[in-house]
């Protein structure tokens, strides 16, 4: 049998990783406006010790799937999927396109030939299979992030980078190596959603708002000062957090940005200057996790210090209760 | 290398004292060097030679050098930097940054006034678009990993600016510690 499904398309936003980039196309498959649906919330939720070394990890909260996680305003839901072996894995996967529906799944990038990372280092990666030929034994895979591939791969290339143990060697790719990869893949599956409008965007500004404001663990601008607080005060004991901080402020970033810019495509959308400018005042959110992000990673050789982290958190603190203040007047 | 438009113009800023990331490498050292976070850096053979002055858009820049600890860019990290004491209408650089970002900068005056003004630079990663309305200063065709060349990745070094808005003498630019954003040169324009 040979299948490559229609509609599945690459999508990738420079400030957010393979995770939002796969997500994005499977919702688009389904019908739903990426940005629309991922951009539209905003909020910050991470419960300590959560993360994985895992360039898709996205902090969920309990009972709600990834998808879901991701676009909590739209009917989506995810499943993630732990096959027994690599056959059953491919055999999961296979029958699902088949069945019409592309796979988002885990792969090991020192295993697949179009990364950079080929045969050099180990990476937890997440790219969409969309499509195979038994007789060729190839699978059509999609990766949107650069350098960006759209084509067919040998299923046994496939195959080893799905049940790679994806150990961590040497000092390289320190953030997404040392995790399993274990031949997951995700399913995702939508309803039709609302078309978006001026009242939708207002009403998703005020839950976003309202989501900031309460008092709820771990999540909210509690939650963000505990985060952050909490990462300070163990990089102060001599802990090691530049894998953790790393890791979640890179889902930080990606959520602020992808917000930035709905709010900006939305001001353009409905003649509302207001809004346009509430989203350059998120993407100034954003510029802070970038650097919060990199600075992380240099508190490793200690190169950052507490004190500059610190120095920039509270920047990143102030600015986002001005955005928040400035967002329920504009909703 | 973007041709000049007209006769090239500038006082360059020497930032070498400043440098402290290596964001160069030649392809027998490309292990020598970590311009981002992964250790991956631009291949020196693809750009100006090291200590020339090439001119992009029609204003001069230095290209760096490597210093004596083999850095050749300025990662930010709130350094204050002496500019020759002048009246100026733009500081141009020749930057990159690991994902776009903006921050903050102090001009400081001769009289002791001081402005913030937004540095904002696009990202060096391949495939990606500029931002902020950069121009693209250098593309490479490859990027150098440290144990390898990847032949399909082609960072940018990009040409952006900062506005002098006050008129009176600048005599220095505080940087801000951002460590995503990193500076290879700097020159400034005058009202003329």
Same mark, same amino acid.
């Given at each position: 049998?040979?299948?490559?499904?229609?509609?599945?398309?690459?999508?990738?936003?420079?400030?957010?990783?393979?995770?939002?980039?796969?997500?994005?196309?499977?919702?688009?498959?389904?019908?739903?406006?990426?940005?629309?649906? /991922?951009?539209?919330?905003?909020?910050?939720?991470?419960?300590?010790?959560?993360?994985?070394? +895992?360039?898709?990890?996205?902090?969920?909260?309990?009972?709600? @799937?990834?998808?879901?996680?991701?676009?909590?305003?739209?009917?989506?839901?995810?499943?993630? #999927?732990?096959?027994? %072996?690599?056959?059953?894995?491919?055999?999961?996967?296979?029958?699902?396109?088949?069945?019409?529906?592309?796979?988002?799944?885990?792969?090991?990038?020192?295993?697949?030939?179009?990364?950079?990372?080929?045969?050099?280092?180990?990476?937890?990666?997440?790219?969409?299979?969309?499509?195979?030929?038994? +007789?060729?034994?190839?699978?059509?895979?999609?990766?949107?992030?650069?350098?960006?591939?759209?084509?067919?791969?040998?299923?046994?290339?496939?195959?080893?980078?799905?049940? @790679?143990?994806?150990?961590? !060697?040497?000092?390289?790719?320190?953030?997404?190596?040392?995790?399993?990869?274990?031949?997951?893949?995700?399913?995702?599956?939508?309803? @039709?959603? !609302?078309?978006?409008?001026?009242?939708?965007?207002?009403?998703? /500004?005020?839950?976003?708002?309202?989501?900031?404001?309460?008092?709820?663990?771990?999540?909210?601008?509690?939650?963000?000062?505990?985060?952050?607080?909490?990462?300070?005060?163990?990089?102060?004991?001599? !802990?090691?957090?530049?894998? +953790? /901080?790393?890791?979640?402020?890179?889902?930080? /970033?990606?959520?602020?940005?992808?917000?930035? %810019?709905?709010?900006?495509?939305?001001?353009?959308? #409905?003649?509302?200057?207001?809004?346009?400018?509430?989203?350059?005042?998120?993407?100034?959110?954003?510029?802070?996790?970038?650097?919060?992000?990199?600075?992380?990673?240099?508190?490793?050789?200690?190169?950052?210090?507490?004190?500059?982290?610190?120095?920039?958190?509270?920047?990143?603190?102030?600015?986002? +209760?001005?955005?928040?203040?400035?967002?329920?007047?504009? @909703? | 290398?973007?041709?000049?438009?007209?006769?090239?113009?500038?006082?360059? *800023?020497?930032?070498?004292?400043?440098?402290?990331?290596?964001?160069?490498?030649? $392809?027998?050292?490309?292990?020598?060097?970590?311009?981002? *976070?992964?250790?991956?850096?631009?291949?020196?053979?693809?750009?100006?030679?090291? =200590?020339?002055?090439?001119?992009?858009?029609? $204003?001069?820049?230095?290209?760096?050098?490597?210093?004596?600890?083999?850095?050749?860019? &300025?990662?930010?990290?709130?350094?204050?930097?002496?500019?020759?004491? =002048?009246?100026?209408?733009?500081?141009?650089?020749?930057?990159?940054?690991?994902?776009?970002?903006?921050?903050?900068?102090?001009?400081?005056?001769?009289?002791?006034?001081?402005?913030?003004?937004? &540095?904002?630079?696009?990202?060096?990663?391949?495939?990606?678009?500029?931002?902020?309305?950069?121009?693209?200063?250098?593309?490479?065709? $490859?990027?150098?990993?440290?144990?390898?060349?990847?032949?399909?990745?082609?960072?940018?070094?990009?040409?952006?600016?900062?506005?002098?808005?006050?008129?009176?003498? &600048?005599?220095? $630019?505080?940087?801000?510690?951002?460590?995503?954003?990193?500076?290879?040169?700097?020159? &400034?324009?005058?009202?003329?």
């Amino acid at each position: 049998m040979k299948t490559v499904l229609a509609g599945v398309h690459p999508w990738r936003h420079d400030l957010a990783g393979c995770l939002h980039a796969c997500a994005a196309t499977l919702l688009r498959f389904h019908g739903i406006p990426p940005l629309d649906a /991922l951009g539209s919330a905003w909020s910050f939720y991470y419960p300590p010790d959560d993360y994985r070394q +895992e360039e898709y990890y996205f902090p969920c909260s309990p009972g709600r @799937s990834l998808l879901s996680a991701l676009a909590p305003y739209h009917p989506v839901r995810s499943q993630w #999927y732990q096959p027994a %072996d690599a056959a059953a894995g491919w055999e999961q996967v296979r029958a699902r396109i088949a069945a019409g529906q592309p796979a988002a799944v885990a792969v090991d990038n020192f295993y697949l030939p179009f990364r950079p990372a080929y045969h050099d280092v180990h990476a937890n990666h997440l790219i969409v299979v969309y499509g195979f030929d038994d +007789e060729a034994g190839t699978a059509r895979v999609l990766d949107s992030v650069p350098p960006r591939f759209n084509g067919d791969i040998a299923l046994t290339d496939l195959t080893a980078a799905r049940d @790679s143990s994806n150990p961590a !060697e040497g000092d390289r790719d320190m953030f997404f190596a040392d995790q399993r990869i274990g031949n997951r893949w995700l399913a995702a599956e939508a309803d @039709s959603s !609302e078309p978006p409008g001026r009242d939708r965007v207002r009403d998703h /500004l005020r839950r976003n708002v309202s989501g900031f404001a309460a008092a709820v663990p771990h999540q909210g601008m509690a939650g963000l000062r505990g985060f952050l607080g909490g990462m300070e005060e163990r990089l102060a004991a001599g !802990e090691q957090v530049s894998d +953790e /901080l790393f890791v979640v402020a890179g889902t930080a /970033l990606a959520v602020t940005a992808l917000h930035a %810019d709905w709010l900006m495509l939305g001001g353009r959308a #409905y003649g509302e200057p207001a809004w346009t400018e509430l989203g350059r005042q998120v993407k100034r959110i954003a510029h802070h996790w970038t650097a919060i992000r990199i600075m992380a990673a240099l508190t490793r050789s200690g190169e950052v210090p507490v004190g500059r982290l610190r120095h920039r958190h509270r920047a990143l603190l102030h600015d986002q +209760e001005c955005v928040l203040a400035d967002m329920a007047e504009v @909703s | 290398m973007t041709a000049a438009a007209a006769g090239p113009s500038g006082i360059v *800023v020497d930032l070498a004292d400043h440098f402290n990331n290596r964001g160069l490498s030649a $392809v027998e050292g490309k292990g020598s060097g970590g311009f981002n *976070v992964w250790s991956n850096t631009f291949p020196a053979e693809q750009l100006p030679a090291p =200590g020339s002055e090439p001119v992009i858009d029609g $204003v001069r820049f230095r290209f760096p050098a490597q210093d004596s600890g083999g850095a050749d860019n &300025l990662r930010c990290a709130g350094q204050l930097v002496a500019v020759p004491q =002048g009246r100026y209408e733009w500081i141009h650089v020749l930057a990159a940054a690991e994902r776009h970002s903006e921050d903050f900068v102090y001009l400081h005056f001769a009289d002791g006034a001081a402005d913030s003004e937004w &540095l904002r630079v696009s990202d060096f990663w391949p495939q990606t678009p500029g931002q902020f309305g950069g121009r693209e200063a250098f593309r490479c065709t $490859v990027l150098h990993y440290p144990r390898h060349v990847q032949p399909d990745m082609a960072p940018v070094i990009w040409r952006h600016r900062v506005p002098v808005p006050r008129e009176a003498d &600048l005599t220095a $630019v505080r940087l801000p510690d951002n460590p995503a954003i990193h500076i290879f040169a700097m020159t &400034l324009l005058d009202p003329r």
